[in-house]
């Protein structure tokens, strides 16, 4: 008896606990419209004026979701996530094997019904669930007031390939990390379409994932990344 409700008070402890970081009012993070001081705007610029094709991201086409796990021995109590970017900005030039692009971190998006669909998931957390992981991954895990954007710079970025393997160094929490990407690129001259996915660890990044309960709740340090970038050439000078 005393065992059953040992485990029946850790139960209704990590249903608090859960319910608490749920209902957790969101730190609203002010989100630069600017591009980082670092994005390297100016060599686009001056490719297009050399002549050289450029082509600047399309937000609206483009879309970037990363799948966050949970996991621990109270596992079952928490929910998997899906956060997503519909806000990807930069450039891409393919005469040159290179793009650069970046995401506000505030502006990222948590759990959207459909992204959840895609990724196979069996649960659907709360509106206050959601907002609750939302203020927790911005406030504590990426700490965005601090580190507001991720920083994305893509080499062998060739529109002769269309399946490729792409270096990509990702910069993200104040850590670089450079990472091999398998793509598939789709290019016509006017657009330039890249989709590819890969894994990486929240620790590489110098991110501590979130736990609860000494670990019993808790966020898989593994991520999954998928993405999907299109880009439209913009014209030359005069």
Not at 2 to 24: E, K, S
Not at 76 to 94: C, I, K, M, Q
Request: glycine share 10%; aromatic share 6%.
């Amino acid at each position: 008896m005393a065992f059953r409700l040992h485990r029946a008070a850790v139960a209704a402890a990590a249903v608090l606990v859960l319910a608490f970081a749920g209902c957790a009012e969101l730190l609203r993070v002010e989100a630069p419209l600017a591009p980082p001081p670092e994005f390297p705007e100016g060599y686009y610029q001056q490719a297009l004026k050399a002549g050289k094709p450029v082509f600047r991201i399309d937000p609206a086409q483009s879309l970037v979701v990363i799948e966050v796990r949970r996991g621990g021995s109270l596992a079952r109590l928490g929910h998997d996530h899906v956060v997503a970017s519909h806000e990807v900005t930069g450039y891409v030039a393919p005469g040159e094997g290179r793009a650069d692009l970046y995401v506000v971190l505030a502006r990222l998006v948590v759990d959207e019904p459909a992204l959840r669909k895609e990724s196979g998931f069996d649960t659907q957390p709360t509106e206050s669930d959601i907002e609750g992981t939302r203020a927790n991954m911005l406030n504590h895990v990426l700490e965005a007031d601090k580190f507001p954007f991720a920083l994305i710079g893509v080499t062998g970025a060739d529109a002769k390939e269309k399946k490729t393997t792409l270096a990509v160094a990702v910069t993200l929490h104040g850590h670089t990390r450079t990472l091999k990407v398998p793509a598939e690129i789709e290019a016509d001259g006017k657009t330039f379409d890249v989709s590819g996915k890969l894994e990486f660890k929240q620790t590489d990044f110098g991110i501590t994932p979130y736990a609860l309960l000494g670990g019993a709740i808790a966020v898989k340090d593994g991520l999954a990344l998928r993405f999907r970038v299109r880009a439209q050439r913009m014209p030359g000078p005069g």
